[in-house]
Structure formats: C-alpha cells, structure tokens
C-alpha cells in the first residue's frame, strides 16, 4: 500500500509541475521499509513507512551525474550515444572478448 501511495504520489507531482499547485518532493531519494530497518545508524525506520535522503551525485557517474549530460550535443541526444562515446567521455577502457 504504501509503495502504491507513493507512486500516485509521484504521478500527481509529475502531472502539476507546471501548475501553482506543482510543489518539489523533499529530497531525492526515497527508501521504503516494509519492516522495521535500520537505514540510519542508530535510527529505527518502522514498519510500512519511508525515509527521505539527499544523496550526494557523483559528477562522473553514467547514472546520476551529469558531465556526460553537458558535454552531449542535441544531435547526440536525438541520434544516442555509443558505448564507446561513453568509454572516451569517462576514462573507461572497453576491452574485447575476443
């Protein structure tokens, strides 16, 4: 149920946030418990509730960073970005299976 409450939640937000009525969510980050969990130290979530966090972004993540965001043109985005766009982007060598 409350995962479900939550979703609705997010979908209401997402439909109003270009009205007055639009207001941000509390951080990014939410974890739900479905029994009681210890996420924080020394802090007890309860049973069937949630806990909001701030998670700090990694610049150089594929996931939640966004250098890759600002170094990709608009014809890049349209067309998609290749593997190995991503590889020179961040330093990672791609190596065959050969």
Request: with cysteine; proline share 3%.
């Amino acid at each position: 149920m409350r995962v479900a409450l939550t979703q609705a939640d997010f979908a209401i937000k997402f439909l109003l946030r270009e009205t007055d009525q639009y207001s941000s969510l509390p951080t990014n980050t939410i974890i739900l418990a479905n029994n009681a969990l210890e996420i924080l130290t020394g802090q007890e979530t309860l049973p069937h509730s949630a806990l909001w966090i701030e998670v700090e972004r990694d610049p150089h993540c594929l996931v939640c960073g966004d250098q890759m965001q600002r170094n990709v043109t608009d014809s890049q985005t349209i067309k998609g970005i290749s593997l190995q766009d991503l590889a020179d982007e961040t330093g990672i060598s791609v190596e065959s299976d050969d």
